[in-house]
């Protein structure tokens, strides 16, 4: 069961797509199939909710992820 405060934590693939841009010098999106790449990709962390019409990551996984992985993104 998720409580409401944990649905608030949570990370969809828009989300995902704005953290992906955070980095860049305009914070664009990046492209929801470029998303859907790095959601699929060995390593990243694993969906909470995991539906064919919605993904549900935890935020704080997303962000250690990137911190990991796309060093400088918090800094755009």
């Known amino acids: 069961m ?3 405060a944990e649905l608030r934590t949570l990370v969809d693939i ?3 797509r ?6 860049t010098a305009r914070r ?3 492209s929801r199939s470029y ?3 790095v959601a699929s990709r060995k390593g990243f962390p694993d969906p909470l909710i995991d539906h064919p019409r919605l993904r549900l990551w935890r935020r704080i ?3 250690a992820w ?4 796309r060093p ?3 800094a755009g």
């Open 28 to 30: 664009e999106r990046v």
């Open 61 to 63: 996984d997303v962000e």
């Open 72 to 74: 400088g993104w918090r």
């Open 2 to 4: 998720i409580s409401r």
């Open 18 to 23: 704005s953290l992906l841009g955070a980095g």
């Open 35 to 37: 998303a859907t790449s």
């Open 14 to 16: 828009d989300d995902l």
């Open 66 to 69: 990137l911190d990991s992985n």
